[in-house]
Each structure stands twice: as structure tokens, then as C-alpha cells.
């Protein structure tokens, strides 16, 4: 039967086919009468618009470009800023460890001309410009300063006045110091405006376009053209009347040399009221399509008369073609839904549409049997049930999920793809998956449908269970093998090097109440010292193995002391802050952060050759979260490790993989921030249950 209807249908498309090209044939000739001159007219108007378009949008993307630029720019400034005011280096304050500190920051960040710290009163105390010896006198753009001692906020200056100290007009950004509620000092950076103006020579503008950075004042920050001269100067009135007007568009004005442009401005986020402005030549823009115009005027009268007899026969023409390809595409639609749905019973897969509007779910039957709603199968193979019934089945702590995940694909359109358990189709629920989209269709009757296919998950989630149990199973037999091994050592082992000791000792007198060899005594001394290291050694693998103070005093000393040891065992510092209430967590989760960051220091003593290393714990209401930062030689985590430079294969990073295992049986998560040459840092989170932060 599909044979026969194939050839039949193949029969109507050729003899479809056969009139269309008739048709097309006399539309042709038709097309040839036209004179040249009317297409050549349509297609430069066409070509001229598009390249008006393509002109504009090229001029809005560079001010987007910038615009983004300079604005994540300016907050990573700001973010960077922050994190150096909550050093601890201004809290006694330590002023030669904050210059330093300062410095580095400066190096790595090429916009910063200068780093200065001022008393709220407004007078310097630090400026890398000058020694902390030199007298520095007051802070330039106190307008700025100002708003961040009355705000206490970070602020974003515009183009200041010339600094006393730099002797140049810089960009301020300042953020407070707070210490206990009370503004200690102002921290600042000086920003060189030759690298704000690199940003906007990068952006790609085409010659002869001019582009302008001015801050909330209107004041030129930077400028393509003429820099030296405006630097500082007030903007044209166009341009203040259109920042006045609204925030982004665009407007006319002319350039400092007499020209006459179309711009377009965007106002910065995060900047303090910053914009950019990127000035075409209107000349230029408007002058292709100008003469397009009258080339096309001219040719528009000679086709008239064959244009309307050209309309209505290829008008005919696509009405015939129109209502085949519809005809077609219903045929070969039902094909493909037929075959959706042998392949979706192959896999074991149910399918359905879930009707927001009628309150309705219409399904396979495996999907009413994974979704466990009972309801008779129709004459279409469908089943359904009310939306209702189907909530009802899903296991009430996942219910908000699901709704929330059908509700942003209908909002958006996007795809949606959850997994949930269902109640009711066993003694205990069962995981499934559901996976669609909302179609964006023309017909306004197909609003608030959701597609999806539906998929059975309990093996595969089962076997995670099962294998995260095992892990954490290994890792508490783990613990408790080394705990033995620890008990053992200082018990046993360490108790008979004592003994030792001590024997040793009672030799010594007995050798110097008699008269001896001066070697032997030496030789008894030596030994002496042989056993004190060998004492020594065996209490460090003893903490090592399983420190004794994280069992008795918790987590804030058992870090403490472990950051304190290996610091002064390899020569490298080492800082511990706790921000937070510090509240005893669950046996397993200090367990876990002890040695996340014993293994993060082995990998900083392997790898970063670092010469400090912070490390930073915050309890949260609903998580702990832990920051460890080592100022190495850092890595580039996109490039998979191969081979060294011996041509021997380099080893994986197997301190990595261990973090996330630990992590991944309490539900944590590890974000990895590097590069090459600036160091590395880890930022972990660890869920913590409220019984535990109570």
C-alpha cells in the first residue's frame, strides 16, 4: 500500500511540476521586458539600505563591545579593589605589608597607574608613587572621595583634576575601608587614560569613524582623534542633551573638525553614569542612498503595466505550489510521527503534551505508566489526565521544581529537561526524566503546549547511589585505618622510642660517673639526637595520618595548626582566616575540608612553587564555603595534561579528582580559577543542614 501511494503521489508532483515550469518559463519572459534600468535601481536601493544597516549595526555592536568592555573592566577594578580593602593587612594596619601587597596588585594589572590609601579626612598615607616615608598631602577628585566617605560605598570618579602627586589627570576608583561598622580609610586606583583609550582603538571602527568615552559630568575620558587636546573638556551640547534624554540611542551632532556624524551612545553599567559615543560620517552614510533613489525613480514608470501581469501570474503560481508542499508536508509529517513513535517504544521512551490552558496531559501509554497515572488508552493510542492527577504523582519535594522548569519553557520557549521521582508506580519512588520544549508556532491556539519524552532513570540513579555509598564507605574505613595507624604510632611506637630516649639518657650519666672514652659518650649523644628526630618523625605521621586536634578542638585549630606546621616545614606562607559564626560542623564535613586543603597544599608544594598561600573559611547560614589561593606559577586547566618536555607522559591531576570525590558525597561543588603565571585558586562550597549550623 505505501508503494502505491508513493507512485501515485510521485505522478501528481510531476505533472506539478511540469505546469510550474510553464509558468516560470512565460514569468521570465516577462521578467526579461523589465528594463535593466528599474533592477539596477531596486538592487543598488536595496545594497545602499543594507549597507546603511550594516553601517549602523556595525556602530552599535562597537558600542556594545566597548561598552561591555570598559564596564567589566571597571568592575573586575572594583572587585579587586574590594578584596584588598578586607585584607588583613589594614587591620592593625600594617603598612609596609599592605604597600607590598599593593604593588603586586599593581604589576598584574596594567590600567592601574597608581594605589593610594587616605584617611577619611582626605589626606594620602600610601601612594606607590612615592616611598611610605614621603609626605604625601591631600587626595585629588575629592568629589568622588567625598561620595564614598558619605556613602561608604564604591564610587567610579570621572577624569580628575592633575594629581599632586601623579601629576596627571587620572580616573578615580575608591572603595571604603570598614573596619566594625567605621570607615577607616578610602582605598583608590588611578586609572591611565591612554589604556581607557586603547580599549576604544581596539574596537575595530571603520577610518574616519570617532569615538568619545565621557563620564557623568560629560567630561571627555578618552577619544580616538585629538585625545591630548579634549582630555577633560566638556562634550558638545548634542551629546549632553542625548545622555540627558535617554541612556542608549542615537543622535546627530558634529565632530570637533566641522563634519557632520550619526552617532550612537551606550551608557555603562557599574560606572557611575560613564558612556561611549561612536560618531559616523552622515555624509558618507547617507550619500549611496540618495543616488539610489533617483536611479530607481527614474526606471519605476516603464514598469508598471508588465509588473502587474508579472504579480498576478506568479501570485497564481505560488497559490498551486502553496497548497502542494501542504499537502506534501501532511503526508510526510504523519510519516515522521509514525516513525517517532516506533522509535520511541523501541527505547522504551513515552511520549507526551502537557495543555497549560485545558489543564490537560495527553500521553503514550509508557509515559502514563512512568508518569503512574491510570487512564484508558483511546483510538489515537493516547491516553490522558488532568494536570492535577499528574502533580499528584510526583514525589512532593520535587513538585516545585517541575512546575518552575514547565513554566521558564513557556516563558522563553527554551528547553526544559528535569528529572523528578513518582509516587505510586512502586513500594519506593521512582526516578524518571522529562525532557521537551515549548513550541513557538504561528497557530495562537498552540500557546501554553509543552512536548516532551519521558525516560526511565531508576537504574542509573540507582547505581549513583550505590556507588557514592561505596565511596563514602572507602573514605570512613579510610579514616579510620589511618586513625588506627596514628593511634598506633603514638601508643606503641612512640611510647618504645621514648623508652629509648630515656635508656639512652641513664647511659650518659652512667658514663660520665665513670671514667670513659670521650668517643663513646659522643657516640651516646648522637644517638640520643638520632632518637629525638626519629620521636619527631613519628608524631608528624601521626597528624599527618589523622590529626588528633581535629577529634578534640574541631576544625578552626586542627587547620590552624596543620597551616602553621607546613609553613614553617617548607618555608612558604601560609594564611588562615575564618569569617562567620565558627560552629562545630558534622564529623564528616570537617573531615572532609581538613583534607581538601591538606590536599590542595600538597598540590601547591608539587606544582605552583608559590611563595604564599591564603586560605579562607566562611560559615553561611546554608553552606561553608572555603577559599585556598597560592600566588604561583599557576596552569591552564583547558589543556589536557600529555607529555612533558622529556617526552614522558605527565601525570593527571589526580589532587583534583580527589577534591571532587570528597566533595561529591556530601554534595559540594569545586570551581577552579587559573592561568598561567598568576596563580591558582580554588573555591569550594559544602551544603550544611540547619540542624548543623543551629
Not at 573638525?257 to 551608557?267: K, Q
Not at 558612556?275 to 540618495?290: D, E, K, Q, R, Y
Request: net charge negative.
Amino acid at each position: 500500500m505505501t508503494i502505491r501511494i508513493k507512485v501515485r503521489s510521485d505522478g501528481a508532483d510531476q505533472a506539478q511540476l511540469n505546469r510550474g515550469n510553464g509558468r516560470t518559463v512565460v514569468a521570465l519572459a516577462l521578467a526579461a521586458a523589465i528594463p535593466v534600468l528599474l533592477l539596477s535601481g531596486w538592487v543598488a536601493t536595496s545594497m545602499a539600505q543594507q549597507q546603511r544597516d550594516l553601517t549602523r549595526s556595525a556602530a552599535v555592536a562597537s558600542a556594545s563591545r566597548v561598552a561591555e568592555r570598559v564596564s567589566s573592566d571597571i568592575t573586575a577594578q572594583i572587585g579587586v579593589l574590594e578584596a584588598e580593602a578586607a585584607s588583613a593587612t589594614l587591620d592593625k594596619p600594617d603598612l609596609a605589608v599592605f604597600y607590598a601587597e599593593a604593588e603586586r596588585l599593581k604589576r598584574a594589572r596594567p590600567l592601574w597607574e597608581t594605589v593610594e590609601l587616605s584617611r577619611p579626612d582626605g589626606v594620602q598615607i600610601v601612594n606607590l608613587l612615592r616611598s611610605l616615608d614621603d609626605e604625601l598631602g591631600p587626595t585629588a577628585d575629592r568629589r568622588s572621595f567625598d561620595a564614598v566617605v558619605g556613602t561608604h560605598r564604591p564610587v567610579v570618579g570621572g577624569i580628575g583634576p592633575v594629581g599632586p602627586v601623579s601629576g596627571k589627570r587620572l580616573v578615580a576608583l575608591r572603595v571604603p575601608v570598614i573596619r566594625k561598622g567605621d570607615l577607616r580609610y578610602v582605598l583608590s586606583v588611578g586609572l591611565a587614560n591612554d589604556a581607557v583609550s586603547s580599549i576604544l582603538r581596539d574596537a575595530g571602527a571603520p577610518d574616519g569613524w570617532v569615538g568619545t568615552i565621557v563620564d557623568a559630568d560629560g567630561n571627555t575620558i578618552a577619544r580616538t582623534r585629538a585625545e591630548a587636546e579634549e582630555l577633560g573638556q566638556p562634550a558638545d551640547a548634542a551629546l549632553q542633551a542625548a545622555i540627558r534624554h535617554a541612556p542608549n540611542g542615537f543622535y546627530s551632532g558634529s565632530t570637533l573638525e566641522g563634519s557632520n556624524v550619526e552617532v550612537v551612545y551606550r551608557t555603562l553599567t557599574d560606572t557611575g553614569g560613564w558612556s561611549v559615543h561612536f560618531g559616523m560620517p552622515a555624509a558618507t552614510l547617507n550619500a549611496p542612498v540618495l543616488r539610489s533613489y533617483l536611479v530607481l525613480a527614474g526606471g519605476s514608470v516603464l514598469s508598471i503595466g508588465l509588473a502587474l501581469a508579472l504579480v498576478g501570474l506568479v501570485g497564481r503560481d505560488m497559490a498551486q505550489r502553496r497548497a502542494g508542499e501542504r499537502a506534501r508536508f501532511s503526508l510526510a509529517l504523519r510519516s515522521i510521527e509514525e516513525q517517532g513513535a516506533i522509535a520511541a517504544d523501541a527505547a522504551e521512551l513515552g511520549t507526551l503534551r502537557w495543555d497549560t490552558v485545558r489543564g490537560k496531559v495527553t500521553g503514550s501509554p509508557r509515559a502514563a505508566q512512568l508518569l503512574g497515572w491510570r487512564a484508558d488508552v483511546t483510538e489515537g493510542g493516547e491516553t490522558e489526565a488532568d494536570v492535577g492527577m499528574v502533580i499528584g504523582m510526583v514525589h512532593p519535594d520535587d513538585r516545585a521544581r517541575l512546575s518552575d522548569d514547565l513554566r521558564w519553557s513557556l516563558a522563553d520557549g527554551g528547553a526544559f529537561d528535569v528529572e523528578f521521582r513518582v509516587d505510586g508506580t512502586g513500594p519506593e519512588p521512582r526516578w524518571v526524566r522529562l525532557a521537551g520544549r515549548a513550541p513557538r508556532l504561528r497557530d495562537a491556539g498552540a500557546a501554553g503546549l509543552v512536548y516532551g519524552v519521558v525516560s526511565d532513570i531508576e537504574p542509573r540513579k540507582r547505581a549513583e547511589a550505590e556507588r557514592l555509598e561505596l565511596l563514602r564507605r572507602l573514605g570512613e574505613a579510610q579514616e579510620n585505618e589511618q586513625r588506627r595507624i596514628a593511634r598506633e604510632l603514638h601508643d606503641q611506637v612512640g611510647q618504645t622510642v621514648t623508652g629509648l630516649s630515656l635508656g639512652l639518657k641513664g647511659l650518659e650519666r652512667l658514663l660520665a660517673s665513670c671514667v670513659a672514652d670521650p668517643e663513646a659518650t659522643r657516640q651516646v649523644q648522637w644517638l640520643q639526637t638520632l632518637a629525638g628526630e626519629i620521636g619527631r618523625d613519628i608524631h608528624r605521621a601521626a597528624v599527618d595520618l589523622r590529626p588528633t586536634a581535629l577529634d578534640d578542638l574541631g576544625l578552626h585549630e586542627a587547620l590552624a595548626t596543620l597551616l602553621r606546621e607546613w609553613g614553617r616545614r617548607h618555608g612558604v606562607r601560609a594564611d588562615l582566616e575564618f569569617l562567620g559564626d565558627p560552629v562545630r560542623l558534622s564529623a564528616a564535613a570537617e573531615t572532609a575540608i581538613y583534607r581538601i586543603v591538606q590536599e590542595a597544599l600538597t598540590n601547591v608544594l608539587k606544582h605552583a612553587q608559590a611563595d604564599t598561600v591564603s586560605v579562607s573559611v566562611e560559615h553561611r547560614p546554608q553552606e561553608v564555603r572555603v577559599i585556598v589561593e597560592d600566588d604561583g606559577v599557576g596552569f591552564d586547566p583547558e589543556v589536557v595534561p600529555g607529555m612533558t618536555e622529556d617526552g614522558s607522559p605527565a601525570k593527571p591531576r589526580l589532587g583534583l579528582s580527589g577534591i571532587r570525590e570528597r566533595l561529591s558525597l556530601l554534595g559540594g561543588a569545586l570551581t577552579l580559577e587559573t592561568s598561567p603565571g598568576v596563580g591558582t585558586t580554588l573555591f569550594i562550597a559544602i551544603p550544611v543542614p540547619q540542624a548543623a549550623c543551629a
